[in-house]
């Protein structure tokens, strides 16, 4: 690790402004509108690649209960929006995550967090980009071998991500008004075929196989679909990764942060009651390896589901895109504050000279995801992903609690309400979804973090790690600044 004086970013305890790294520039300031940075966080979350990606999961584990586990998933995610909200306006950083509990609980804690949600970019972007080549081999007669393709969208995701970062938000938000209409649509069609006697907030109910009459599901499977849920909703954090590039009022990030979470909530949770309402032979559907392709085909006939699918393919894309984007933004950040091992601080805590993005980190991660595209499955990417996620949202929950204790006194640029109950509800909610996950996944989350934590808890013993950042206070009350360009 590097001692405090190579860090960058926030001042630390002493009040000094930790220098950067020679030669880094920095992030390109005021290159994204407000809008931008939504319709980046939106097509990070993508209601459409979500659903189609952890439906079939849910379903098969909780059966109609899967509507159960999205509405749990939902209260956990606008409880950890909230969080994120305000404990990222304390401490802007594109570090997001790690900045947020860094500063709340420390280098130690912040280092863990860092390992952790870069292990989550080394993986989450394979799972949703070998789920977009498996969508589109099936629309190609005789398939087509969906490792590779996925690794030529990763090498497409890379290569517009090293471009300066305003044309490739402005290519996240053509694509993701794309996927809205074709998730609306979907739904639409779903609604208008409902199932005869369907009852999706009923007695939830599950049958493995076609034609076997349904059984009754307990709370224990509700429980275990609901980390498929919330990684369903994961990505309306993304604002905060882009904080040190947007233009206009800090005030916008956690606000763009809470829109995000209540758009993917209300979209995504229409899109699972409307499929759920559809589904006719719950054995048949569930058994399916695509379920929601079988309810599109049903609902909107074989050319409808065609098209549906084709919406499908570019929407995971987008997704892959914006949520390669953000992960980026740690890598560097996290480098650049001076809290990884000495020379890939050096390496990784730069930017491009033309292009002002941490281009370094992205071949890091396309090094990663290529990889595990090539060589993984996707349910194993899937469960996996939803695991890591899970124990960075109890660190992130834990932090907004600890951060407003200590802050006292200190107001921030985002206040969440209701306090503290929305922390308190994300702890217990994602503590209960860890308990019931698969053993292996949890071994291996709780293992990178036991690691990561006796790594950095060496560091700071022996003074090799930069301090805890000062929150920034919030601007004086007044009007906002107007945002600067075209950019609403």
């Not at 952890?54 to 059966?63: C, E």
């Not at 130690?108 to 972007?125: D, I, K, P, Q």
């Not at 604002?239 to 990030?253: D, H, I, K, N």
Request: aromatic share 8%; net charge positive; glycine share 12%.
């Amino acid at each position: 690790m590097a001692d405090a004086t190579r860090a960058g970013g926030p001042a630390d305890d002493s009040g000094t402004a930790p220098r950067r790294p020679d030669g880094d520039g920095g992030l390109e300031r005021a290159a994204l509108g407000p809008l931008n940075v939504l319709a980046i966080a939106v097509a990070a979350i993508s209601p459409t690649t979500s659903v189609f990606l952890v439906y079939g999961s849910g379903l098969g584990t909780a059966g109609t209960g899967v509507v159960w586990a999205f509405v749990i998933g939902a209260v956990i995610a606008l409880c950890m929006a909230l969080c994120y909200a305000e404990a990222g306006g304390r401490f802007p950083s594109a570090g997001g995550c790690y900045a947020i509990v860094r500063g709340a609980l420390g280098p130690v804690a912040g280092g863990v967090t860092a390992v952790l949600f870069l292990l989550l970019g080394l993986v989450s972007t394979a799972s949703i980009l070998v789920a977009s080549a498996t969508y589109l081999s099936s629309l190609v007669p005789g398939g087509l071998p969906t490792g590779w393709v996925a690794l030529g969208m990763m090498a497409l995701v890379t290569a517009l991500s090293i471009g300066r970062v305003s044309p490739a938000s402005w290519v996240a938000a053509v694509m993701l008004a794309l996927e809205l209409a074709v998730i609306l649509v979907f739904t639409g069609f779903a609604f208008a075929h409902a199932a005869p006697g369907a009852h999706p907030f009923g007695q939830p109910r599950a049958a493995r196989e076609a034609g076997a009459l349904p059984h009754a599901v307990g709370l224990g499977a509700l429980l275990t679909a609901v980390v498929p849920a919330l990684f369903a909703f994961n990505g309306y954090d993304w604002p905060l990764y882009f904080v040190e590039e947007s233009r206009g009022s800090r005030r916008a990030g956690p606000r763009a942060v809470v829109v995000a979470a209540v758009v993917a909530v209300v979209v995504e949770l229409l899109a699972v009651v409307a499929a759920t309402s559809a589904v006719g032979d719950l054995g048949r559907t569930a058994s399916d390896a695509s379920p929601l392709s079988l309810v599109a085909r049903q609902v909107m006939g074989a050319d409808g589901a065609k098209a549906l699918i084709a919406g499908v393919v570019v929407a995971m894309f987008d997704t892959g895109l914006a949520a390669n984007l953000g992960y980026a933004r740690v890598c560097y950040a996290t480098a650049r504050d001076g809290m990884l091992p000495g020379p890939l601080n050096g390496f990784f805590g730069r930017t491009s000279a033309r292009s002002r993005v941490p281009v370094r980190a992205f071949a890091f991660l396309f090094l990663g995801n290529g990889l595990l595209c090539v060589c993984s499955s996707l349910n194993d990417l899937v469960t996996f992903t939803g695991v890591m996620i899970v124990v960075v949202y109890l660190l992130v929950a834990v932090s907004a609690l600890v951060g407003r204790v200590r802050g006292r006194g200190l107001r921030g640029v985002f206040r969440m309400p209701w306090w503290p109950l929305p922390p308190l509800v994300a702890v217990v909610g994602v503590a209960l979804a860890l308990s019931r996950q698969d053993g292996r996944d949890l071994a291996v989350a709780l293992g990178v973090a036991a690691l990561a934590l006796a790594a950095y808890a060496v560091a700071a013993a022996r003074g090799r790690l930069p301090g805890r950042p000062a929150p920034e206070p919030a601007p004086r009350p007044g009007p906002e600044p107007a945002p600067e360009g075209g950019d609403v």
